[in-house]
């Protein structure tokens, strides 16, 4: 995507250091034995996704559209593999891993794309496996944004409306909360970051 070929390093400093995003990525970390397989949809610059994961012994895949991310992700992260792509796009057996995660890349979609994604990453995971997600907390599909100064659209939900969709895709939903995060430069947001379960 053209936008974050514009943004990455600026994007990178304004949310590669949130601590909520940190602390789910480490919790799943935690739960995943070492060597594990992860997903990572809309991977961004790598930072802290991919690198927190990948140091920790686990093989990453990151999936990104946008070049300018990429191209930080694979000086960053050495050791994560990145695919140039959209994530929407990937094929129904793309793999399979033991978990998924997407930070705040589902937002760039419409309600009708999250849905069919989430159908997807049920496809991808294991049997047992883990669905990270971080979301901004509103009510909306489509919607015009400023975002960094650029004009994009994004949808989102509400954390009960979050929870009850990932519930209807089949996922167990192990934990969800809402935080507020304040970038550097930015205004605080209310977020939204939910643990969900493939069922066994």
Known sequence: MAVFDQLAERYQGEHGSNPFQSALIERINRLLPSGTSVLDLGCGTGIPTAKILSETDHRVIGVDISTGM?????????????????????????????????????????????ER?????????????????????????????????VPVTVSGYL???????????????????????????GAPESQIFALAQRPD
């Open 117 to 149: 994604t989430l159908d997807k990453v049920a496809g991808w995971l294991k049997p047992g496996g883990y669905f990270g997600i971080g979301m901004v907390n509103f009510d909306g599909d489509g919607l015009p944004f400023d975002f960094l100064g």
């Open 159 to 185: 954390k009960d409306d979050l929870a009850a969709l990932l519930e209807a895709h089949g996922f167990a939903v192990v934990s969800i909360e809402t935080v507020e995060f304040t970038p550097p430069a």
């Open 70 to 114: 990429l191209r930080l992700a694979r000086e960053q992260v050495p050791d994560a593999e990145f695919v140039h792509a959209d994530f929407t796009e990937l094929p129904d057996d793309f793999g399979g891993f033991e978990a998924v995660t997407a930070f705040f890349s589902l937002l760039m979609l419409s309600r009708a794309d999250i």
